[in-house]
């Protein structure tokens, strides 16, 4: 770690300071705010505080809520916006960790056929399991293995051409595993015609109404896998520079590399196999930070977190609402927001140049 410290004084790396870090923090407040208070029962923050006061035992405060909004409120709105904040902070820091480790400004959280992998695990139990089986027990699961087959096959295929400390051969593998699970995808949906609708359902992202048992299973994966990134994220300056130059600096590129992917890599699956896949989080959030931060990854990753955060509160926010009764999937929402936006990253950054 101190050989990683002097590279990353070396390009003048800077943590998060006090004011963007309270910025970060308020925009997850406000969304929070939001993603709690937004929906069609009406329920003001008054009232929410008040009925957080009453569950907290304070004296002298009971909830104004009869027991169906309290329901609403605590099953519902609740365990789903903290879900939406988990996905989304884990699919931002992924993104920004990976797009460091490759040195490479638009990878992003699916890069090495976490996408293909979840893609190919879910279309399989929605197609060859009884309906009873492949509902949200079996169906994250299914989907995490699958995740977690594909980034295996694709390190296996980087040690097998000998060079697996070269991030580019790493891409190149998982661009491989994600063809041949994309591929073989699509020769199930072509036998199984009758779950195109499910699977297409499940590959553009939702959250959903489950209550807080999504909650308590992805928690543990998303702040682990987040806490080993934060903790190595002065290294991930060092390698950004690219894997010669760490080495030289006294950096264990594989072994540290490795560490950083597979955190990110297990992250992601555990939040794609809740949510199903939603796009652009982990290229817009951590593009959108440098623009205003800088690309120091001491800050950016932290920050990548709370804002991803924020951000898919908001999204799922406008799915759930856009066209109530109705819910557009997410994964359409940050689509729509996330290609113009990265058009004009691409502009400012070309602009700059």
């Not at 609403?72 to 996905?87: E, F, G, K």
């Not at 994250?140 to 697996?164: K, N, T």
């Not at 760490?246 to 594989?254: E, I, K, N, W, Y």
């Amino acid at each position: 770690m101190e050989a990683a410290a002097a590279p990353a004084r070396a390009i003048r790396v800077r943590g998060v300071t006090p004011g963007w870090a309270a910025a970060a923090l308020a925009f997850l407040g406000a969304a929070l705010v939001t993603g709690v208070v937004a929906g069609p029962v009406d329920i003001g923050v008054g009232d929410v505080l008040r009925s957080l006061g009453d569950k907290l035992g304070v004296p002298g405060v009971t909830s104004p809520l009869d027991a169906t909004q309290e329901s609403i409120l605590w099953d519902l709105r609740v365990p789903r916006v903290l879900l939406a904040a988990l996905v989304g902070g884990m699919l931002a820091v992924a993104g920004a960790t990976y797009q460091g480790v490759f040195s490479n400004p638009l990878a992003d959280p699916y890069l090495l056929g976490v996408a293909a992998g979840a893609g190919l695990g879910a279309t399989l139990a929605i197609a060859y399991l009884p309906h009873a089986l492949a509902g949200r027990q079996v169906l994250p699961f299914a989907a995490f293995a699958g995740a977690a087959v594909a980034v295996a096959l694709a390190y296996g295929i980087g040690r097998a051409a000998g060079r697996e400390r070269d991030s580019a051969t790493l891409v190149l593998a998982g661009v491989t595993v994600a063809s041949f699970f994309t591929a073989l995808q699509t020769f199930v949906q072509q036998q199984n015609t009758d779950t195109l609708q499910e699977v297409t359902s499940w590959i553009l992202g939702s959250l959903p109404n489950t209550g807080w048992s999504d909650v308590a299973v992805l928690a543990p994966y998303v702040l682990g896998a987040t806490a080993v990134i934060v903790a190595l994220r002065r290294t991930v300056d060092v390698l950004s520079l690219g894997d010669l130059e760490a080495a030289s600096l006294g950096v264990d590129v594989r072994r540290t590399r490795l560490a950083l992917v597979v955190a990110a890599t297990v992250g992601t699956a555990a939040a794609v196999a809740v949510s199903g896949l939603i796009a652009f989080v982990g290229i817009i959030v951590p593009h959108a930070i440098r623009l205003v931060v800088g690309t120091s990854y001491r800050g950016l990753l932290p920050l990548s977190f709370v804002c991803g955060a924020g951000f898919l509160i908001l999204a799922d926010v406008v799915a759930r609402t856009a066209l109530a009764p109705a819910e557009v999937p997410i994964g359409v929402i940050t689509a729509l927001f996330g290609a113009p936006f990265f058009a004009l990253v691409l502009r400012a950054r070309g602009s700059r140049a």
